[in-house]
């Protein structure tokens, strides 16, 4: 069991930065794949990076450039630095925690994009 708590939402102008934390315990954090995923009102939820127990990482086309995945592991915390922000970056955004069959999820922290 892995519980994760997500902090660092917010509301922002656009071109502003936020950063993301998701704190995980419960389980051995090193093993997980994990990512944030974002859904904004009326839209699916959609991937937006993740990054593996070896430190690879993977995002969606959308943010290359702006946003970076990160992990701490003796912290056991996940990061997404959000730059260069975007109106279309609104919405709620969650930290997942992935290892086999095995599937974890965040409550969320809202992300506002705004002047």
């Known amino acids: 069991q892995v519980q994760l708590v997500e902090s660092g939402g917010g509301l922002v102008q656009p071109g502003g930065a936020l950063r993301l934390s998701c704190a995980a315990s419960?389980?051995?954090?090193?093993?997980?794949?994990m990512g944030w995923y974002r859904q904004a009102p009326g839209k699916q939820r959609e991937l937006v990076a993740d990054?593996?127990?070896?430190?690879?990482?993977n995002s969606a086309d959308s943010v290359k450039g702006r946003f970076t995945i990160s992990r701490d592991y003796a912290k056991n915390t996940v990061y997404l630095q959000m730059n260069s922000l975007k109106p279309e970056d609104t919405a709620v955004y969650y930290c997942n925690a992935v290892w086999r069959m095995y599937v974890y999820w965040g409550q969320g922290t809202q992300v506002t994009v705004a002047s």
């Open positions: 419960g389980s051995i954090f090193s093993i997980y794949t």
């Open positions: 990054i593996t127990s070896g430190g690879s990482t």
